[in-house]
């Protein structure tokens, strides 16, 4: 067990549903701590930007215009194996395959539009955190 920190965002559905309070509860609940957050309306380039692992994707330009449709939330979670947690309360990427009382089988229409987004390793958290957050905006 080791204190990770992992980025999670609540795409545009999720603000649109009013379930920011909701998940941000589950996250809390479940012992991870916000230490930053932000809500933004991110342009379709910076969505491109930081998906841009999915470039060659046949989604991709749905992704990235969902992503850029409206608000989303943005926040830098730590806890104990603070990725995997935060993977296991969204649920599976397609909410019809979610587990029961996750995030996504919840509040999920689609796979295109599955309310949260989660770092999936050390290594992308660390990259995905430092695309949004400046050192300074870390520090407490
Ligand atoms: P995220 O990265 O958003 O946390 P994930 O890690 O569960 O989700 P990825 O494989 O990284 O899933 O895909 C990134 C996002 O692309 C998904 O969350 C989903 O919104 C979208 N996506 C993935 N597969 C499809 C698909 N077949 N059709 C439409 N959108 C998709
Ligand atoms: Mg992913």
């Given at each position: 067990m080791s204190v990770e920190r992992t980025l999670s965002i609540i795409k545009p559905d999720g603000v649109k549903k009013s379930v920011v309070g909701n998940i941000l509860n589950r996250f809390e609940t479940a012992g991870?701590?916000?230490?930053a957050m932000k809500m933004v309306h991110l342009s379709k380039r910076e969505v491109e930007g930081f998906y841009a692992v999915h470039?060659?994707?046949?989604?991709f330009d749905e992704l990235t215009t969902f992503m850029s449709s409206g608000p989303v939330v943005i926040s830098v979670l730590e806890g104990e194996n603070a990725i995997a947690k935060n993977r296991e309360l969204m649920g599976a990427t397609d909410p019809k395959k979610a587990d029961p009382g996750t995030i996504r089988a919840d509040y999920s229409d689609y796979v295109g539009e599955n309310t949260v987004h989660g770092s999936d390793a050390p290594e992308t958290a660390a990259t995905e955190i430092a695309y949004f957050f400046a050192v300074t905006e870390l520090v407490n």
């Open positions: 991870l701590k916000i230490k470039a060659d994707k046949g989604f």
